[in-house]
């Protein structure tokens, strides 16, 4: 044993490992586990054993949940899911804050289960994990009380089925539990087959808080069970994990109507600019990719420094990154713990070995015994290399430089992710400048990996869909109000004109498409009939061709909402004084509704704001609603005037520039439009219009890597063709009811929501200590 006089002299830490008693008797009286279905554990079979993976030790059996199960546990939740959507929203939320009661009581116990069963270092599960469970069901108890005062109008989606993965287990489930509850929906979650544990401890926490029997219920197992639950025709899937699985869940669902939520992978940048605080940058490293062994989605793995200060950047990194501690993770002073499992540790191991191979150097970043990585960083690394491209999912950073801040920018964006990202300067200007450049859910200035849950959490790009925390992640678990739908007529055949045709004066008027604000023939020449004229069938090209020019029109997002709200003005007075024109053409209702609509988005394109929300103390944390960039909507083959005006003016309103495929068989009143666009002060390419066949017109648009969200009005079969392509790249597909859209419910505040994405940026204030960004709790 060590004397005194030795320690004081090396400071050494000596072993402080936090008591499992408890928990190991708990799992020694419980294991093996069924599954919680309607209030009650089944009895187990099927039997994997989850396993401590810091020594690879047994903790206890589980049940693999078969089709039967996730029938049997639908059939609870959809029992119910009535009597407590009837219950009133302080009734609700007073279940809520009872489970938060009793994470908080158990706190210990739970933060040695996930320790136990996870691998992370105590600190984290005490400090972070579990005090943010506790949180997130205060927070939504709050949101049950209100839904009906801040959402009125609003009902719960039924039955929901949640898909989590390991490295935040009981976090991921409070996320995904709390705001379906709050909201009136009952749930079947399926936890991560590496982490059942703690799902199955907070299933007891339910009995013992007396939820009702079938709210939530909890099946365990692997992937096959999780498909199961996709294919269980539920009311919503919400799936975190990785992209691979997302974009299989989205196919597997396109054309269902199920609303779909996906928070997926990331590659987050990490951006030190000169003025960097080095050493609070420094302790950031630690917060965003060391943190739970780098096995988080938003960590700021891809650090990109400044050239001027790379250098002194880069020896303090080393030297603290020689002072973490890699060890048990039961032990208090421990930094990093342990990899979820070998499976995910051999991940790890071979990206850094292709990364090293492709001509990257590791520093740091060994592996012995056990399921261990030791931090490290791949430096002198490509652009192209795996290790900048590829999530390791581990404690292993990859470091670059840049020049300027232009450079960084295109850096920071260049992968197909944009979950977060952390930019570090103590300038406020360039901060929130690179903040607002870059493309992702969640910034975070000059400190990382904050959550709270208030802040709304998700993903740009292949990063997925839909948000996590406050009124927006509560939106996502509520029915959005419906409009009473109409049947759309069935596209004809298109006729297309014969080149002898057209000379006898038989065709009235010949219109043409509208690409980057002017005037196009069709790629290919080919014309097709429609009511008064002939309409250019447009092409694959063509639809390239407008993508490429709404790309170019980035400047309208950069205009503001007051410039393009004078713009939609002009459009309403210049429609204004043609309507009767546009009501010849068209029928007075459709010129009547097609001014309102221009109206109606003048005067919100400067007034659908975002939020400071109340995440944190200290923390200013802006919520921001921002374009998309490139819009392509598919406008129903009905009221071609008033439809199209009802779902573009929105859009561009918000900053978006659009790519209008055209209502197929009765176009011809928007060649109109295009002089009423000329004259009003519309910058060239921020509205594209393309005529022909919409269903493979709006197949083109989905598949289009450049295009980042699509609007698909029309039949089951077009959405689930449309669905199915959006799934390369993963862009959020919203599909509006046909109606009549010359009624005022064609327009609203629910059509800004779907034009715009939530950026929540994180800003510490006041005077903070270096380093202050850490995430502990
Ligand atoms: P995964 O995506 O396979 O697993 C996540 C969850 O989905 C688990 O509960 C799993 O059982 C379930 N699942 C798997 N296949 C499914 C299917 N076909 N249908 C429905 N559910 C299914 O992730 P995995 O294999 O555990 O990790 C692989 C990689 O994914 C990691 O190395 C990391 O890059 C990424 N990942 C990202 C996470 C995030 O938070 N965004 C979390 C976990 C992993």
Redesign the pocket.
Known sequence: MSRVSEIMESLEYGPSVEDSGAVRAWLRQYAPFGHFIGGRFTTAGNIFTSRDPSTGEALADVSQGSPADIARAVEAARKAQKTWAALSGSERGRHLYAIARHVQKRERFLSVLETLDNGKPLRESRDIDIPLVARHFYHHAGWAELRDSEFPGQAPLGVCGQ?????FPLLMLAWKIAPALAAGNTVVL????YTPLTALAFAEICHEVGLPPGVVNIVTG??Q???A??EAKLDKIA????T??GR??ADRLAGSGTPLTL????KSPFVVMPDADLDAAVEGVVDSIWFNQGQV?CAGSRILVAEAVASRFEDLLRARMARLRVGAPLDKSTDIGAIVDPV?KH?ILAICAAATAAGAELVGGESGEGCFVAPGYLRNIAPANPGMEQ?I?GPIATLSTFRTADEAIELANNTRYGLAGSVWSESATVATDIAARIKAGVIWINCANMFDAAAPFGGYRESGFGREGGRAGMRDYLVEPKAKPAKEPPASQPVLLDRTEGKGGEIDRTMKLYIGGAQKRPDGGAMYRVPGGLAPLGSRKDIRNAVEAAAKAGRWAAMGGHARAQVLYYIAENLAARAEEFARRTSRQEADAAIARAFHYAAWADKFDGANVQARPGHLVNVIPEPFGVMAIACPNTQPLAAFMSLVMPAIAMGNSVVAIAAQDDPLVLADLYQVFDTSDLPGGVVNIVTGVRGELARTAAAHDAVAAMWHVGDTDGLAAVEHAAGGNLKPVWSPANRDWTKDDAQGAVFLRHATQWKTVWLPYGALPAGSGSAAY
């Open positions: 898909i989590i993965p390991w490295n399926k936890p991560a087959e692997d992937g069970t999780g498909a639950l996709v799936f975190t994990g990785s691979e699985v299989q869940i928070e997926l992978g990331g989605c995910q991940r999530e999912f």
